[in-house]
Structures are given as structure tokens and as C-alpha cells.
């Protein structure tokens, strides 16, 4: 087999040397290898990072393992509780996806699980459909798994990681603090022992005070008193710690540690108490063992009311996801696919789908300590598993006592470090469209919910990137004397002439702004009665769409007949292409300049052989 035909049939393409311009020195058939491992190496992470994984690696992969471990099994449950399911649950979805993930994602620090957010999600999605806890409410859950695992993998496959981009960082903020709240209030309920139901602030707050007259007090005291030892733990025991000189691995644990001791203490505390008789919620039998793997049933439920949030738990999973994982990424100098991610988190959450789990995605959190504590490959999240996997085994039977108003603590401390008002503060001192943005997205989730929230926070963000690009910025230009160099009149003491109108667009001319150029355009024009010429300085115009072409050929024929030449100068060549595709430069009153100082340059002496021409025949 040649070389070319080697090529094409692992890449299906011409050879990689050629296309790259190396010409290998080895045999064509282990070049053709090497492009074949290159790009399986695309789709399989792993065998980049395993290639270089060592004896220390492994330590620190472990490390790390164990302190998220330590964080993840009272985090796991407590989250489930907040989806409305049972707590084992939350172990079953901390388990296969991590190992999912870590065969298929491209960061090497998050660390994919249950999250706040998309539990909250979840039991919105299901609450109307079936009774929390019931198996039908355990069924349609895996169900979602399935259908967001299944949407994440089409998306990746097309190849739609650029979605991400469709929700602005600081909507995302003003969604995950409404929704951090939300969560917050709602777990309320079970640390005042009470009886609360909804999931906006319009239906939480009026149960919550309904219910307060009927406060149990033990309750309120176990799951106070936790509140209040998870706060220190956070706040004020690294202090301590750091006072008492301990070293930093072992003050991480321990700071980490803090929801597994407020597990330990109050689970003894109801059994020695029997606080179960005095009113106190408690978690029950759990059973313990590994999830079994089955395929998720789909036949007899509600997968047409589901996939609207199937598709909204993908989007913001999805957009959480990447942006931790690009933060992370960022600090090694690292960097990830979001295609394959897409792919990663579309794999994990089948393999929660057939493991009884619920949807996932990269959690904050976990992935900061994660990180943190040193993990360097996704081996870190397959140790993770393992961990999760031995506490469902040995650790779950001694759940039985376990207050739920414990859990309720651990979500409301994890929660409220999400909460960051300062976004609402920082876009109103940066810009009132942005403010705007975070404020309504904040509200609509407060008052309707998270899906609703969801909803705003893409519509608003589109139309914040419609308003803003169809008023693109416009700006009159002239020359900084002697440079060469073209700014706003605006801004510098630059020359000009009433007879040479030079103006830059800053946008990509398409049909929502196309009507708006025109307008300000010809309103300047209108005011020079002197005018001879027009320059559009279009160096940054990436597109003109055929909405666009038309309004140039419009101006076009306006300004021909005040007598005006339209000119472009720094026209870039994808632009210059579809242009000469059409009839408008043929149309053209003016010429088109490869540089804007070339093209006042030139007219600037033709207006001066016209002027002195001008004065000649006068004088004559």
C-alpha cells in the first residue's frame, strides 16, 4: 500500500506529514500509526495523559481522591435529598459517571457528580409528574439521565460546543445565585421540621412562615447546630489550623471533613437520643451495595413532557461544566474541547442512566478541591468512584439515623457559597444592558422557577447580543497628524475635511443592523454639503449578508446622486470574495483601496488638483 493510500484509509485524508509540512524520517506505515493514535488520542483523552502517568502522579491522583471522596459522600446525599430522591441515589451518580467522564472528557480536574443546580432542576422537572420518592419518581429521573446523556451526545457529535457561548458569564451568575437561594429556602423546611412545598420564592416564603408555629424544636437544634459547625469549619477552623502551625495537607482534610463529622456526630446523637420519637426526620434504611446495571426503562412514561428539561438541564450542565473546567484549565495552561466535552458529560450521564443515577455534570465545588488538592489526570475521578463505590458498601447501613435536617445543613452551606450578589453590583458600575440582564434573569428565577430562569437567561442573552450588534458602534474618522494612524474625531485632535467623509464600522454588517448603518450614515451625509467622497474603513467587518449587500448598493445609489463616490478601503478577503460574486463592485461610484491612509492619500490629492483647477478656470 503506498504512503498516500496508508493515509487515507486511518485518516481518510492525505497524509499528515505533507499537511504539515515534516516529512518523517520512520517507515510510511508507522507515520500512518502515528496519525491514527493522534487522532483516536481525540476521542480517548486517556491515552495522552496515561502516557506520562508516574509513580508520583499516582500518589497525588489519590491524595486528591481521598479528600473529594471525604466532601462527596455527605454532599451526594444531601443532593439527592434535594432532587427528591432517595439518598443512595446520590451515591449511585457519583460513581460510573466519574469513570465515564474520565475516559472521555478533556479536563484533567473536574470532577462530575450531583450538583446543586441541576438537583434542584430535576425535582422541579419531575415534581409534577409523580410523588418525590415513589419508583415512578425513581424511574422518569433515570429517564433524564438518559435523555440529557442522549441530547450531550448528539450535540457533541454535530459538533454544538460553541452553545456555550450563548449564555453570558454574568446571566449564568445572576442564574446560579437566584437558584442558589431558591435551594437555600427550600431546604428550610427541614431544619425547622415543618411542612413546606414549591420551588420559587413566591410559594416557599409564605409556607415557610405558615409553618413556623409549628417549629420542632429538636429538629431546629440539630440542624442549627450543624449550620452553624459547617460554617466554622469554613470560615474559621483554616485559621485556627493555620495558628496551629499543622501542615496544609492534613488542615485541608480536615477542613473538607467537616460535613462527615456532622454526619458522625448527629447520626450517634439520634440513636443515643432516639430522636426519631421526638419528631426528628431521619433518613431510614439505606440500602447498601452497588448499584445494578440495567437499561433504563422508556416504554409507559412521560419522555414527551421531559425533554424541554432535558434539553435545559443539558445547556446550563453543560455551560457549568465548561466554564469550570476552562478556569481550571487556564491555571496549568492547559485546555479543553468543549465538542468532547459535550461528548464527556453526554457519557456520563448514560452511564448514570444504567447505573439508577440521575442527571450530572461537572460540579464547582468538587472540582476547585479537586483541583486543589492536587489531582492532575482524571485518574483522580476514577479513585473518586472507588471511594464512593466502598462507602456504598460498608458505610450506608449506619445511615439509618442520620437526620435529614443534617443534609438539609450541608446543601444550604454548599449553596450559599455559590450565592455572589457582587455581579448585580459589578454590572451596574459596567454597563446597564448587562445589568439589566443579570437583574431579570435573577428575579424570573426567584419568582418562576428555575426553567423559567433557564429560558431568560439564553432569551436575554441573545437579545443582548442582537440589541448590541444591531447598534454597532460607528465612528468618524481622521488622521492623527503625521502618523498615519486613523481614530474617532471624537476622541483626538485628528485632520479633517468637509469634502472627505471617512468613517469606520466596528461590526459585521447583517440584516439587524444593516437599516441602522444607513440611517447614520445618511444623516451625516446630509449635514456636509460640501461632501465629495466617502470612505468606509471596513477592516472590521468580518460578513456582509445579502440583507447588507443591499443597503450598500442602496447608499450607493443615494450618494451617486448627490454627487457623492462611495469608497471602501481594508476591505479583508473572505468579505472581497462574496463581493466580487455579485454586481456591486461594478455599481460601485468609488474604488476599493487596500489601505485606508492609501485611500485618503490619493482622494485627498484629487480634491486638491480639483480645487486648484477649480481656482484656475476662475481666475481665467
Given amino acids: 500500500m503506498s504512503r498516500s493510500g496508508c493515509c487515507r484509509l486511518f485518516t481518510g485524508g492525505p497524509c499528515c506529514a505533507a499537511v504539515n509540512g515534516w516529512r518523517s524520517q520512520s517507515s510510511p506505515r508507522a507515520d500512518c500509526l502515528e496519525v491514527s493514535n493522534i487522532r483516536l488520542a481525540k476521542f480517548l483523552p486517556p491515552l495522552v495523559w496515561a502516557r506520562h502517568y508516574s509513580r508520583e502522579t499516582l500518589l497525588n491522583d489519590s491524595v486528591a481522591a481521598v479528600i473529594v471522596t471525604i466532601m462527596l459522600i455527605p454532599q451526594s446525599l444531601a443532593y439527592a435529598l434535594l432532587a427528591g430522591l432517595p439518598p443512595q441515589v446520590g451515591l449511585y451518580a457519583s460513581m460510573l459517571p466519574l469513570a465515564a467522564y474520565a475516559l472521555l472528557g478533556t479536563s484533567r480536574t473536574l470532577s462530575v457528580g450531583p450538583v446543586a443546580v441541576v438537583s434542584l432542576m430535576t425535582a422541579s422537572a419531575i415534581g409534577e409528574l409523580a410523588a418525590p420518592g415513589s419508583e415512578a419518581y425513581l424511574a422518569i429521573a433515570v429517564l433524564l439521565a438518559l435523555m440529557s446523556g442522549l441530547m450531550l451526545l448528539l450535540m457533541g457529535v454535530l459538533r454544538l460546543g460553541f452553545f456555550a457561548n450563548f449564555l453570558s458569564h454574568p446571566v449564568i451568575s445572576g442564574f446560579i445565585t437566584a437558584s442558589g437561594l431558591v435551594i437555600a429556602l427550600s431546604q428550610l423546611k427541614h431544619i425547622f421540621g415543618i411542612q413546606a412545598h414549591g420551588d420559587t420564592v413566591l410559594s ?23 449550620l452553624a459547625f459547617l460554617f466554622w469549619t469554613r470560615l474559621g477552623l483554616p485559621g485556627l489550623l493555620e495558628r496551629m502551625k499543622m501542615p496544609a495537607l492534613p488542615a485541608k482534610v480536615l477542613c473538607r471533613a467537616g460535613p462527615v463529622f456532622g454526619v458522625i456526630a448527629t447520626s450517634l446523637l439520634a440513636y443515643w437520643l432516639k430522636l426519631d420519637e421526638q419528631g426528628v426526620a431521619l433518613v431510614g434504611d439505606v440500602p447498601a451495595g452497588l448499584p445494578a446495571l440495567s437499561l433504563p426503562a422508556v416504554a409507559g412514561l412521560p419522555w414527551r413532557e421531559l425533554w424541554v428539561s432535558a434539553l435545559l438541564i443539558s445547556l446550563i450542565g453543560f455551560v457549568e461544566s465548561v466554564s469550570v473546567g476552562h478556569t481550571l484549565a487556564a491555571k496549568r495552561r492547559q485546555k479543553i474541547d468543549p465538542d468532547q466535552e459535550l461528548i464527556g458529560l453526554g457519557a456520563a450521564n448514560l452511564a448514570a442512566s444504567v447505573s439508577g443515577g440521575y442527571p450530572v ?53 454548599a449553596v450559599l457559597s455559590l450565592v455572589d450578589f457582587s455581579i448585580i453590583r459589578r454590572a451596574w458600575n459596567y454597563n446597564t444592558a448587562d445589568f439589566a440582564a443579570v437583574s431579570m434573569t435573577l428575579l424570573v428565577t426567584l419568582l418562576l422557577g428555575v426553567e423559567a430562569g433557564v429560558a431568560c437567561g439564553v432569551l436575554v442573552s441573545l437579545g443582548m447580543h442582537l440589541y448590541r450588534s444591531s447598534r454597532p458602534h460607528m465612528a468618524v474618522i481622521g488622521e492623527v497628524p503625521g502618523t498615519g494612524h486613523y481614530r474617532n474625531v471624537d476622541r483626538h485632535e485628528v485632520l479633517k475635511r468637509s469634502d472627505l467623509l471617512q468613517v469606520r464600522i466596528d461590526e459585521s454588517l447583517y440584516f439587524a443592523n444593516a437599516s441602522y448603518v444607513e440611517d447614520r450614515l445618511m444623516a451625516r451625509v446630509d449635514s456636509l454639503p460640501e461632501l465629495r467622497h466617502v470612505v468606509l474603513l471596513c477592516a472590521a467587518i468580518n460578513e456582509i449578508d445579502l440583507s447588507a449587500l443591499e443597503v450598500l448598493e442602496s447608499i450607493n445609489e443615494q450618494l451617486a446622486d448627490r454627487g457623492v463616490s462611495l ?6 478577503g473572505p468579505v472581497m470574495d462574496l463581493l466580487r460574486s455579485t454586481h456591486f463592485l461594478q455599481a460601485l461610484s468609488g474604488r476599493v483601496f487596500l489601505s485606508h491612509h492609501d485611500a485618503v492619500s490619493r482622494l485627498t490629492r484629487e480634491l486638491e488638483d480639483e480645487r486648484d483647477q477649480s481656482v484656475l478656470n476662475w481666475e481665467i
Fill in 361 to 413: 455534570t461537572g460540579g464547582f465545588a468538587r472540582s476547585v478541591v479537586n483541583f486543589d488538592a492536587g489531582a492532575e489526570t482524571p485518574a483522580a475521578g476514577l479513585l473518586t468512584a472507588v471511594g464512593i463505590g466502598l462507602a456504598a458498601l460498608f458505610f450506608t447501613p449506619y445511615l439509618a439515623w442520620l437526620p435529614t435536617a443534617t443534609l438539609a445543613a450541608t446543601i444550604i452551606v
Fill in 204 to 226: 416557599l416564603v409564605p409556607d415557610l412562615l405558615r409553618g413556623l408555629g409549628q417549629l420542632n424544636m429538636p429538629t431546629f437544634l440539630v440542624g442549627g447546630g450543624v
Fill in 567 to 572: 469608497h471602501l478601503s481594508e476591505v479583508k
